[in-house]
């Protein structure tokens, strides 16, 4: 009985989680102009600022691939 309800736990668990991360189309992430995949890498130390595009404006300056909207980072120039 113990075994079937942390089995049950741990599959609504991870479907939450797919729920909330997996299946949400993600942002057009751009840095300094060049298109990237994530932005872990980047440091909070180095963004000068950062922009949010969306709707028909991400469209219009991105095409298809900014349609789920568009993070605009540039860094300091150091």
Excluded: N
Excluded at 16 to 41: E, F, M, N, R, W
């Amino acid at each position: 009985m113990k075994k079937a309800f942390y089995f049950l736990i741990i599959a609504l668990f991870l479907a939450c989680v797919k729920a909330k991360h997996y299946d949400k189309p993600a942002p057009l992430y751009v840095l300094d102009g060049i298109v990237v995949s994530t932005i872990d890498t980047i440091s909070p130390a180095s963004i000068a600022s950062i922009s949010v595009i969306k709707d028909e404006k991400a469209i219009a300056k991105y095409g298809q691939k900014g349609k789920h909207g568009v993070i605009e980072i540039t860094t300091k120039d150091e």
